[in-house]
């Protein structure tokens, strides 16, 4: 049996209030969480939760659609960064060990909506359901409002100059992720996970989770596997292998999964995960911040392009389905 993991619970209502003072604490205190166990929990966002539960609430409506409509959100490739991505299409934890049994969960995900049309491709909204696509956008504005927020905070906690992130986020990488983890109605395979152990490979990640059973767990620094608590209308931030190599490894990229229910559970074991990831612009160069370098502490990392670094951790390398299956 596992216990709960120590996540700090962290306010950002100095944000709205302008008090200085409370801005600093509440950077140092997102910081100190982040070099310690590599999340952090986060209330008084500014983010309205009832636009977090509409969109859960119309995802979860997605998902409950028969198998061929969810499909014609899918690319021709399954192993693209967005689309639908069907059930067994994935195994995250390939991304560490190699050849993995697949992760029981499905998703819908969706790039920044800015750069739709951009280079001849552009999301894959459902047709017939305009309330997702609204309410998905409208989500984006709000997630990407928070994630500004959450960078100004780290250049206080790193002790970088006002605006010094700025130039690499003009053209921010915002991914959009809605998990679905249906119930097991079979066992699942020996070794088998709803989503396996992995580390996030870009910057932030703000994530809104539910209290179903067989959720979010981390692995602390003695190999430990602990729960992260749900607490209602806060956002779970965790750091990127990116942000962790930006920072020297000063804030950790730690390696969480999300675990199966018990076979004994009571009522209903589906989950669903929203899940906004965040990242510097992918034409950036990525060089050890310079406050993470000391002669103590020189740098471990050489400069590395955001977009190819992306690239090579991201999802072809762990998208067993390679091409979109016959619809039934």
Not at 52 to 62: D, H, N, P, R, S
Not at 191 to 196: D, K, N, T, V, W
Not at 256 to 262: D, E, G, I, T
Request: neutral net charge; contains cysteine.
């Amino acid at each position: 049996m596992t216990t709960q993991a120590d996540i700090p619970v962290v306010s950002l209502a100095a944000w709205t209030t302008g008090d200085h003072n409370g801005i600093e604490r509440t950077a140092r205190a997102f910081g100190e969480a982040l070099e310690t166990i590599g999340f952090v929990t986060v209330v008084d966002h500014g983010v309205e939760i009832g636009e977090v539960q509409a969109l859960y609430g119309l995802a979860k409506t997605f998902f409950r659609r028969p198998e061929p409509q969810k499909l014609e959100c899918m690319l021709p490739e399954v192993a693209k960064p967005y689309g639908y991505i069907p059930l067994g299409a994935e195994s995250v934890a390939a991304t560490l060990r190699g050849e993995e049994a697949p992760d029981l969960c499905e998703a819908l995900v969706f790039r920044r909506p800015e750069l739709d049309g951009r280079d001849g491709r552009s999301n894959l909204w459902p047709r017939d359901f305009p309330e997702l696509k609204s309410t998905a956008l409208g989500y984006f504005r709000s997630a990407s409002g928070l994630a500004k927020k959450l960078y100004a905070m780290s250049e206080i906690a790193l002790d970088l100059p006002p605006g010094y992130l700025d130039p690499y986020f003009r053209e921010p990488s915002y991914t959009l992720r809605l998990v679905n983890y249906p119930e097991q109605e079979k066992p699942p395979v020996p070794g088998q996970l709803r989503y396996g152990a992995h580390h996030d490979y870009g910057g932030l990640t703000i994530l809104y989770q539910d209290d179903a059973p067989g959720g979010l767990q981390v692995c602390d620094r003695s190999g430990a596997w602990r729960d992260v608590p749900h607490r209602p209308g806060a956002f779970i931030i965790n750091v990127g292998d990116l942000m962790s190599r930006w920072t020297n490894e000063r804030w950790r990229s730690t390696l969480h999964r999300v675990v199966n229910p018990p076979r004994d559970a009571q009522g209903s074991s589906q989950r669903l995960s929203v899940v906004f990831f965040t990242g510097p612009d992918k034409s950036s160069t990525i060089s050890v911040l310079p406050s993470c370098v000391s002669d103590a502490m020189p740098a471990k990392f050489e400069p590395v392009n955001a977009g190819e670094y992306g690239r090579a951790k991201g999802l072809a390398s762990h998208t067993l389905t390679k091409t979109k299956p016959a619809a039934a």
